[in-house]
C-alpha cells in the first residue's frame, strides 16, 4: 500500500521506521517541521515527502494533536480516494472520534481510530524507534457501520508494525478504560514529583520511584488537552483516588495499624487477581 504518515514525532516517526523494516509498504510522510522530514529521508524513515497528491494514497494515518488531527482531516479529506482509509493514533476518542467519523461520511472515506499502547518519557523524532510497538497492546475503535475490511486492515498494519495484542472496542469504553489505565497514572506521576523532597532522592530511591516518576515528563501541551477531552471520565477516576487515598490517610493518623494492614491486603489481593487475569487471557 501507499501509507502517508502525517506528523513525524515519537509514535508517527516509529511508525515510518517499523513500516519501513518490517514491511514493504511506500511510506510517505509529512511534518511542519522541514528540517525532520530531510532527516526521515536521509535516514529512510520514508520513501519520499508529501507533494499532497493524495490521489495514490490507500492508507492515512495521522499522528497530530487531537484538533491538529481534525484540522488536517478537514483539509484532505476532499483530496483522497474514495479507496483511502483513514485512521488517527490518538489518545483520546469519544467525540473527537465521532467528528472525525462524521468528516469520513461526508466525503465517502473510511474513518477508524487507532491507539498503539506506546510510548516513551521523550517525544520527537530523534527518540522514535522502529521496535516502539513490539509486544505492544493496540486498540482499534471501530463504529456500528464500519466495514470489516477497514478494521482488517487496521489489525494487519498493527501487527506487521509489531502489536502483541489488539482490541476491539467502542470509543466511548475506550476513553472510559483510558482514563484509568493511562490518563491517571500521569497525573498521579506528576503530582507526585511536587514534594520538596524531590531535591534530596539522589542516592535515596530505588525502582518504585522511578516507576511512579517516570512519565511526569510528559508533554503539558498534549496531556493537558487529552484531560480536558476526557474530563468527566477522569474526574470519576480522580475522585476515587482521593477517597481510597483518604482512608490510608486516615488509618494512618489514627495509628490504626490493623487497618492500614487491611487496606493494604484489599490493593495486594486485587492486583493479584489482576495478574492472574492477565496470565488467563490470550495474547
Not at 160 to 175: F, L, N, P, W
Request: glycine fraction near 6%; hydrophobic fraction near 40%; charged fraction near 20%.
Amino acid at each position: 500500500m501507499n501509507i502517508f504518515v502525517v506528523g513525524l514525532g515519537l509514535i508517527g516517526g516509529s511508525v515510518c521506521k517499523a513500516l519501513k523494516k518490517y514491511t514493504n509498504h511506500t511510506v510517505i510522510g509529512s511534518d511542519s517541521d522541514k528540517n525532520v522530514e530531510t532527516l526521515a529521508i536521509s535516514e529512510h524513515s520514508i520513501d519520499r515527502i508529501s507533494d499532497e497528491n493524495y490521489a495514490d494514497i490507500d492508507l492515512v494515518i495521522i499522528c497530530l494533536y487531537p484538533q491538529a488531527t481534525e484540522k488536517l482531516f478537514l483539509h484532505i479529506a476532499d483530496k483522497l480516494s474514495s479507496k483511502a482509509v483513514i485512521t488517527d493514533v490518538c489518545g483520546i476518542k469519544g467525540d473527537f472520534a465521532l467528528r472525525m467519523h462524521k468528516i469520513a461520511l461526508e466525503h465517502n472515506l473510511n474513518y477508524v481510530g487507532i491507539h498503539p499502547m506506546a510510548g516513551k518519557e521523550v517525544g520527537g523524532y530523534l527518540n522514535s524507534s522502529a521496535d516502539l510497538f513490539n509486544n505492544a497492546n493496540f486498540i482499534i475503535t471501530p463504529f456500528n457501520d464500519s466495514k470489516t475490511y477497514v478494521i482488517e486492515l487496521l489489525k494487519n498494519i498493527s501487527y506487521e508494525i509489531g502489536a502483541k495484542k489488539i482490541v476491539i472496542t467502542t470509543t466511548s469504553e475506550h476513553d472510559k478504560i483510558i482514563a484509568y489505565t493511562s490518563q491517571l497514572a500521569h497525573i498521579v506521576s506528576s503530582a507526585y514529583v511536587k514534594s520538596p523532597v524531590l531535591e534530596k532522592e539522589c542516592g535515596f530511591s530505588g525502582g518504585s520511584f522511578q516507576d511512579m516518576t517516570r512519565i511526569a515528563t510528559m508533554n503539558e501541551t498534549m496531556w493537558s488537552s487529552l484531560f480536558i477531552q476526557n474530563r468527566e471520565n477522569l474526574l470519576n477516576e480522580l475522585d476515587l483516588l482521593i477517597d481510597n487515598l483518604s482512608q490510608y490517610r486516615n488509618a494512618l493518623a489514627d495509628s490504626d495499624e490493623d487497618k492500614l494492614s487491611s487496606l493494604i491486603k484489599q490493593g495486594r489481593l486485587l492486583k493479584e487477581k489482576n495478574i492472574q487475569n492477565r496470565i488467563g487471557q490470550p495474547n
